[in-house]
């Protein structure tokens, strides 16, 4: 099930992060995350570019190991939650998606996308 895979990952971080677990981990920063992101979203992208679907589920899980990390040390931090993040994107790609989830009608990929960014630029003018 996906969620409790999601959960073993939080908990994984957790334990890594925690007074037992590995001090490199420990000594990551916001910063040094948001370098090793980059580098595993280039990875992600070129095993997307290769159709390496090997490659791209192994950088998927890199990516996602970072980004739950930048969750975690956020959360410690106290500047927002995980939960916050992953329920504020909902919300935001159901405002984005008003024929899905709205009275809006899409019946192409461009009218599709001319919703999304339209609801985009009201949120962000």
């Known amino acids: 099930m996906k969620s409790e895979s999601f959960q073993q990952l939080i908990d994984l971080i957790t334990r890594l992060r925690g007074p037992d677990g590995c001090p490199h981990d420990r000594s990551l920063t916001l910063c040094n995350l948001a370098a090793f992101i980059e580098d595993e979203v280039r990875e992600l992208k070129s095993a997307i570019d290769s159709n390496n679907t090997n490659n791209m589920c192994e950088e998927l899980g890199d990516a996602l190991w970072c980004l739950v990390s930048i969750g975690a040390l956020a959360e410690d931090a106290g500047l927002f939650t995980l ?35 339209k609801a985009k630029a009201e949120e962000k003018p």
């Open 83 to 117: 939960d916050a993040s992953l329920n504020g994107v909902v919300d935001k790609m159901m405002r984005r998606h008003p024929h899905v989830f709205g009275d809006a009608v899409a019946n192409t990929p461009d009218e599709a996308n001319a919703l999304y960014y």
